[in-house]
């Protein structure tokens, strides 16, 4: 059981450059979200989404874009990557869209960027 | 919109210590309430939640936390510190509009 994978684990770009981190779950969860993770900061929400078709932002979204064409997939991409977006970013999912269901994380994403 | 808030971002208790890890939250609204634990390299994995019903939740590895509506309160607590527990502690709380907000962490050192 795979539960959610997260590629790739470590990252480095250029100022300037594209790239999407890729998020997959094989749980059949309906609900998926994208967070960023910086010292002292705890982890705060980019986007989410209760299904496919559906996404929304959160606290954090500038800067990123997601797309849900699937249950199991949901990509976060960076169009134009800034310093400020060196993080390690984290793809969770829960079973329900009710938010007393837990979240399922993956391992994480380490992005460098220069 | 919710916040979270987690007093002390480093706390070092002895191993067979009483473990007391603090968060407060605040909410209009009954929340749902959550902490998860990570250690390093790994994603977050959830110890315990609070949703309804009774106030006192127990969790994994000998976690249980207290939900007090009055003090807007849940705080961690472990009887006896082990040195796996050493790891990174968050409170998270969510309401009823699909988004969860976690506090900024505590980072629990054991000390043999």
């Known amino acids: 059981n795979a539960g959610v994978t997260q590629t790739p684990k470590f990252q480095v770009l250029k100022t300037g450059q594209s790239m999407t981190l890729q998020c997959a779950q094989d749980m059949n969860h309906e609900y998926m979200s994208w967070y960023r993770q910086d010292p002292g900061m705890g982890l705060r929400l980019i986007h989410y989404s209760v299904g496919a078709g559906i996404t929304d932002q959160g606290e954090v979204p500038n800067g990123y874009n997601v797309s849900r064409s699937t249950t199991e997939d949901f990509p976060l991409r960076l169009l134009s990557a800034a310093p400020s977006q060196t993080s390690v970013y984290f793809c969770a999912s829960s079973g329900g869209v009710a938010t007393n269901e837990k979240l399922f994380f993956g391992s994480g994403t380490q992005l460098s960027v220069l | 919109a919710q916040s979270v808030t987690q007093l002390g971002s480093h706390v070092s208790v002895s191993e067979g210590a009483l473990v007391l890890l603090r968060c407060n939250y605040s909410?209009?609204?009954?929340?749902?309430l959550f902490w998860y634990v990570q250690y390093p390299n790994q994603g977050l994995q959830l110890l315990l939640k609070?949703?309804?019903?009774?106030?006192l939740v127990k969790g994994i590895n000998g976690f249980e936390a207290e939900f007090k509506k009055s003090e807007t309160s849940f705080h961690l607590t472990k009887p006896s510190a082990h040195m796996s527990d050493a790891a990174e502690y968050f409170c998270?709380?969510?309401?009823?509009?699909?988004?969860?907000?976690f506090g900024t962490g505590t980072s629990l050192t054991v000390i043999p």
């Open positions: 609070y949703t309804t019903g009774a106030t």
């Open positions: 998270a709380v969510s309401d009823t509009g699909n988004q969860f907000y």
């Open positions: 909410s209009s609204v009954p929340p749902y």
